[in-house]
């Protein structure tokens, strides 16, 4: 008698799909708050280089520093905003794919999905590395500098 599958496939059984829905709803979710936490980070941003901005004109001893800082930090939130933007259009993405494939038993809907999933964890890794090679840096900076205050 012959087998009607490939021995080396995977199955993707019922409570895989229910897992896998579960999922999709999660990764939803988080995606859609990131979303918003975007577009709360960008306000943010706008909000701080108009107030700091308009704070400075009142004040001519502060304008160079906070005329300064507001546009700096608006800069630094909108920055943020983009990098963070692609791991979440990625989280969202998969969530919408996963849920497709699932509900139609599509391989290559799955296959999609989980390619979205690699990009955002890809990302994320990425992201992590270099925010512990930043940290690094600015610690032995921080370490110079101390030490060289020191002498």
């Known amino acids: 008698m ?3 599958y490939n021995q080396n496939s ?3 059984t019922d409570d895989i799909k229910s897992f896998l829905k579960v ?9 859609i708050i990131g979303f ?6 960008v306000i943010a941003g706008v909000i701080s280089a108009l107030f700091l901005g308009s704070a400075s004109m009142s004040d001519t001893n502060m304008s160079s520093i906070t005329g300064g800082l507001g546009g700096v930090m608006a800069f630094v939130y909108i920055i943020f905003a983009i990098v ?6 990625y ?5 919408t794919n996963i849920k497709s494939a699932v ?6 809907q799955l296959s999609i ?5 690699k990009k955002h964890y890809k990302f994320i890794g990425i992201l992590t590395i270099a925010i512990i090679i930043l940290y690094a840096i600015i610690f032995f900076i921080a370490l110079i500098l101390g030490v060289g205050a020191l002498m």
């Open 103 to 108: 509900d139609g038993d599509d391989q290559n």
């Open 91 to 95: 989280l969202y993405r998969f969530s």
């Open 23 to 31: 999922t999709s709803k999660w990764s939803k979710i988080l995606a």
């Open 84 to 89: 963070y933007y692609f791991p979440l259009i």
């Open 2 to 4: 012959e087998d009607n």
């Open 113 to 117: 999905a989980f390619e979205y999933l």
């Open 10 to 12: 995977l199955i993707i």
């Open 36 to 41: 918003v936490s975007l577009g709360i980070m």
